[in-house]
């Protein structure tokens, strides 16, 4: 599939990786953890910053790597984005979804440690998660080559593209939150969703291997 672009989905805590064409659209996807992320829900009145922890640390862990954190860098990063989330736990408006608004936090973080960092070469580490253990051996490799193809394809949309990619075909947030979340107009939100699909998709067609027929 010559004009394919790799879409990453994973449920229930299985990936879901496929191809889609041009004409094919990406199902509704799934968090890397076995909530559902179209559950938006807010978090619970007065949630103390140790149950935010708790339950979004690998949210927010996967979110910073898919913005290009690099695999060593991860905890610290992680535990510095839940440091500007303590001070600012005062102004979370409780009715808004919580995820995007963690997913702000890690996006400026990102940003700011990308300034900092100096220039390095990682590859893109381990998958997002462990593969299932019930899967064969071969489909247990497949799943994780594709995660690694669609971390290094990531990698290729600039980070103000990446975050609205992210956050809408991975994380299946409304463009209009999106909006809010990154604090720019919805019309910018979806050129850069344009773009970035064309971007990831060239991505994934240069660096997926190509077929070997039998």
Not at 45 to 74: C, I, K, Q
Not at 160 to 178: A, K, Q, T
Not at 190 to 214: C, D, G, T, W
């Amino acid at each position: 599939m010559d004009s394919a672009a790799g879409c990453l989905l994973v449920r229930g805590g299985r990936s879901l990786a496929f191809l889609m064409t041009k004409t094919a659209t990406c199902d509704q996807p799934s968090s890397v953890d076995s909530r559902d992320p179209t559950r938006t829900e807010p978090a619970q009145p007065g949630a103390t910053l140790h149950e935010l922890f708790a339950m979004h640390a690998p949210y927010v862990w996967n979110s910073l790597r898919r913005l290009g954190v690099p695999p060593s860098d991860l905890e610290d990063v992680t535990h510095d984005v839940f440091i500007e989330v303590h001070r600012r736990l005062g102004d979370y408006d409780g009715v808004r979804p919580v995820r995007p608004w963690l997913f702000a936090f890690a996006f400026r973080v990102a940003s700011a440690h990308r300034r900092r960092a100096h220039r390095r070469h990682e590859t893109a580490g381990e998958p997002d998660d462990v593969a299932d253990a019930r899967a064969l051996p071969d489909e247990a490799a497949a799943l994780q080559d594709d995660r690694r193809l669609v971390i290094a394809a990531l990698q290729s949309v600039p980070l103000e593209r990446r975050g609205v990619f992210v956050l809408h075909e991975i994380d299946g947030v409304d463009m209009n939150v999106i909006g809010r979340t990154l604090r720019i107009p919805v019309n910018t939100a979806y050129s850069r969703l344009r773009v970035a699909r064309a971007e990831f998709a060239a991505a994934v067609k240069r660096l997926r291997p190509p077929r070997q027929h039998p």
